[in-house]
Nanobody, 124 residues
Framework: QVRLVESGGGLVQAGGSLRLSCAAS????????MAWFRQAPGKEREFVAA????????YYAESVKDRFAMSRDNTKNTVFLQMNSLKPEDTAVYYC?????????????????WGQGTQVTVSS
């Protein structure tokens, strides 16, 4: 397992932007699949974006494609989620996840480590 710490959440108006960060401590990002999920009150945790180490591919949920972008800074062992054109329905707690498994983390069950979450609230 790896310790993950998210930051960057907050309150923003609809149409605005936020950038979330997820720092992996005590190890590098090498051979780590990374992902972002979110969970709104009363709803299940849902997939947002994932980076698959072995293929180098990045995957996005349809609801955020073309608005969100996942990136990484290997020198800082940190991944980012740039969120643009935010909508009220993007309001949720956002979680960072990691695994060393074979498949990308597009389901919560594929993750072996989770961050504590960061709140994102988008006002209309």
């Amino acid at each position: 397992q790896v310790r993950l710490v998210e930051s960057g959440g907050g309150l923003v108006q609809a149409g605005g932007s936020l950038r979330l960060s997820c720092a992996a401590s005590e190890r590098t990002l090498s051979n780590l699949n990374m992902a972002w999920f979110r969970q709104a009150p009363g709803k299940e945790r849902e997939f947002v974006a994932a980076f698959h180490w072995s293929s180098g591919n990045t995957y996005y949920a349809e609801s955020v494609k073309d608005r969100f972008a996942m990136s990484r800074d290997n020198t800082k062992n940190t991944v980012f989620l740039q969120m643009n054109s935010l909508k009220p329905e993007d309001t949720a707690v956002y979680y960072c996840a990691a695994s060393t498994g074979i498949v990308p983390i597009t389901r919560p069950s594929a993750a072996s480590s989770w961050g504590q979450g960061t709140q994102v609230t988008v006002s209309s």
